[in-house]
């Protein structure tokens, strides 16, 4: 099976050093990498402060990052499944996601 690339695709994740939440940002990182292979070309990880949590996409150099979780803005931290449907939707809208569809939308 052939994989489709979009490798300008750019995820970042913001996270709190003072409270260290370095793991969590690891994981999420990890978890959208793996779903998506090469249908990124890049999840960072940018250290913060004041308690901050936000994962961003670019899905081209030169456009506006689309924010798809700010932990001020939803509170707390996001659920993969519905991350993963949100970039999934943003990067490479015709890739099934298997189980993770099921659970994002509660079916």
Known sequence: MTEATSSDARVTITYCTQCRWLMRAAWVAQELLQTFRTRLGEVALVP?????????????????PVLLWDRRTHGGFPEIPPLKKAVRDAVAPDMSLGHTDRVATGD
Do not use: K
């Not at 004041?50 to 899905?59: H, S, T």
């Open 48 to 64: 913060g402060v004041d308690g901050v949590f936000r994962v961003e996409l670019v899905r081209a150099p030169g456009e506006e």
